[in-house]
């Protein structure tokens, strides 16, 4: 059963339309990447989801019942983009203060506090304010008091924002271990590059409506041109071939695009029997950035893409 349902969703303010009629089922202990334009409707279904904004009309369900921001508080870790701290209170102290308003004890909040503190060489912070935090610093605060009661379902806006690369990847490494655990992440960010690496499966948003959705790899299948990148030992006596054709030519080898009813095989086929060796030979799958880009430029009616993937 999906620990998180969104049923039909529309949210408009004023005249604007910010979530058309969007659904969406989310699996328990995945990570779900949110992805869309500026204005997409990212922000408001994150308030949405908990609790923040209620919507016109539609359905959320969380653990398959109708979702209650009051009673369900302690269910839900929210990381906002925009700073949620307060700047003159001691860190040790606002992190204990948050932990109870999710409704866990002072004990057990003293407890996991520490043992988030430690986990993430924060233990020399506690009686720092957080007006003196850098803004890494402050991040990594953030996602402590986001993630400190345990709770099911755990949403991350631009969690990397402001770290160096060491703590980025510490985060990260924190990130698939609550997946494993069994909590379900959602990760909203700008940053392709990190939707590919962390998350096994994607939604993209573009004018309050679902355009795409599916796993990473499904994503990229749907939108592959059979390209691929070839590396030769020696330069070719030959490349036209009834199988191929070139494509461009870059420091790091060819690029060729198999023709319709073609198989790579009959690629290496081809310069094998020139006694030319292949040094590599891999298929050149679009970028979750390109499509990306192509989607949003191309699809001004904000209808579904393909449910052939969701």
């Not at 279904?45 to 959320?60: A, C, H, K, M, Q």
């Not at 409704?103 to 060489?121: D, I, N, P, T």
């Not at 402590?144 to 703590?167: A, M, Q, R, W, Y």
């Not at 040094?279 to 679009?286: G, V």
Request: charged content about 20%; aromatic content about 8%.
């Amino acid at each position: 059963m999906e620990l998180l349902q969104l049923k039909n969703i529309s949210k408009s303010f004023t005249a604007q339309k910010a979530i058309d009629n969007l659904s969406l089922n989310i699996q328990p202990g995945s990570i779900f990447g949110l992805l869309g334009p500026n204005g997409a409707g990212k922000t408001t279904l994150l308030r949405i989801i908990t609790g923040i904004f209620y919507p016109d009309s539609g359905e959320v369900l969380l653990d398959g019942r109708p979702y209650n921001p009051s009673e369900d508080v302690g269910l839900i870790g929210y990381m906002p983009e925009e700073r949620g701290l307060y700047k003159k209170m001691k860190i040790g102290e606002q992190a204990l203060y948050l932990a109870q308003l999710k409704g866990m004890s002072y004990a057990e909040a003293q407890s996991k506090v520490k043992h988030w503190f430690v986990k993430l060489g924060m233990e020399s912070w506690w009686n720092k304010k957080v007006e003196d935090l850098s803004k890494g610093m402050s991040q990594k605060l953030q996602f402590v008091t986001t993630v400190v009661h345990n709770p099911k379902l755990i949403i991350l806006d631009e969690p990397f924002s402001g770290l160096d690369p060491v703590n980025a990847n510490l985060i990260k490494e924190e990130i698939f271990h609550l997946a494993k655990n069994g909590s379900t992440i959602i990760f909203s960010t700008h940053r392709m590059e990190q939707v590919e690496e962390i998350c096994d499966h994607i939604v993209l948003m573009n004018k309050g409506q679902n355009i795409l959705e599916g796993t990473v790899h499904e994503v990229k299948q749907r939108f592959k041109e059979n390209l691929f990148m070839l590396k030769l030992q020696d330069t070719p006596s030959e490349i036209p071939s009834p199988a191929f054709s070139l494509v461009q030519f870059t420091p790091k080898g060819y690029i060729v695009k198999l023709h319709e009813g073609a198989q790579p095989n009959d690629v290496l086929r081809h310069f094998i029997q020139q006694n030319n060796n292949v040094l590599a030979f891999n298929e050149m799958l679009p970028s979750l950035n390109d499509i990306f880009i192509k989607l949003v430029e191309h699809t001004p009616t904000a209808r579904k893409f393909d449910q052939s993937i969701a």
